[in-house]
C-alpha cells in the first residue's frame, strides 16, 4: 500500500488496477486511473489543486507532481513521465513523454504524442504542439516526430502499463543475499502486449 494521505477530508482515489508503489507518497486531491504506473519515491502532492492520472500513464521514480493554487495538473491517457520529472500546474496531453529530469512549469500544455527530452525545461504558458520534439533550457520545437517515434514512445508506455499490472505479485519484500545464486535468473522488462488497453476496454491507438 502506498504512503496514502487525506489532505482537508479530501481523500486520494486509485483504482484497483493501477500500481502506486509503497514508496510513492500521495497526498489529497489525487484520482490516478485504470493500468496507471507510480514509482517508488515519487510524490503526488494534492493540496493546492487536483491531480489526475488518466488510464494507462506512468509516474516514474522520484518524480514530483504539484499544482498551481487554483490549477489542476493532468496527465492524460498513456502520458509517460520519465524519471525525476517534475510538473507543476501543467497538462500533458494524451501519449505524451515527459523524458527524465524535465521540468514542466504552471499553465504549460504539451500536446498529444510530444516528447519532451531529458533536461529541457518547459516555462510557465508554454504551448508545445501536437507530435512534437522538445528540447533545451527553455524548451523549444526542434522539429516534427515520425510516426515510427509515435509508435516506439507507445510501445515503452504499453511496457509500463503491464508493469502496473505484474508488480503487485512480483514486488516482494526480501532480506539481501550475500552473494548471488550459481544460476541466478536475469530481471527482465514484462513482456509488451499492444492489445492490453484494448482487452480492458480503453482506446488503443495514439
Not at 510557465?124 to 514512445?153: C, F, M, Q, T, Y
Request: charged share 25%.
Amino acid at each position: 500500500m502506498s504512503r496514502t494521505y487525506a489532505w482537508d477530508g479530501i481523500v486520494p482515489v486509485i483504482d484497483p488496477a493501477a500500481f502506486v508503489h509503497p514508496e510513492a507518497v500521495v497526498i489529497g486531491d489525487v484520482i490516478i486511473g485504470p493500468t496507471v504506473y507510480v514509482g517508488p519515491g515519487a510524490v503526488l502532492r494534492g493540496d493546492f489543486g487536483r491531480i489526475i492520472l488518466q488510464a494507462g500513464c506512468n509516474v516514474q521514480e522520484t518524480c514530483v507532481i504539484h499544482a498551481f493554487p487554483g490549477k489542476d495538473v493532468v496527465v492524460e491517457e498513456l502520458g509517460h513521465i520519465g524519471h525525476g520529472a517534475v510538473l507543476h500546474g501543467c497538462q500533458i496531453g494524451r501519449n505524451a513523454m515527459v523524458g527524465m529530469n524535465a521540468v514542466v512549469m504552471d499553465e504549460a500544455v504539451i500536446g498529444e504524442n510530444t516528447i519532451v527530452a531529458a533536461m529541457a525545461f518547459v516555462k510557465a504558458g508554454a504551448w508545445i504542439p501536437a507530435n512534437s520534439l522538445a528540447v533545451g533550457s527553455p524548451a523549444r520545437v526542434v522539429r516534427e516526430l515520425s510516426a515510427e517515434e509515435i509508435d516506439w514512445k507507445r510501445r515503452g508506455t504499453g511496457v509500463y502499463q503491464q508493469l502496473a499490472l505484474e508488480a503487485r505479485d512480483k514486488l516482494k519484500p526480501a532480506e539481501p543475499l550475500s552473494e548471488p545464486e550459481t544460476d541466478r535468473r536475469r530481471a527482465e522488462a514484462p513482456r509488451y502486449d499492444p492489445l492490453l488497453l484494448e482487452r480492458r476496454g480503453f482506446s488503443e491507438r495514439p
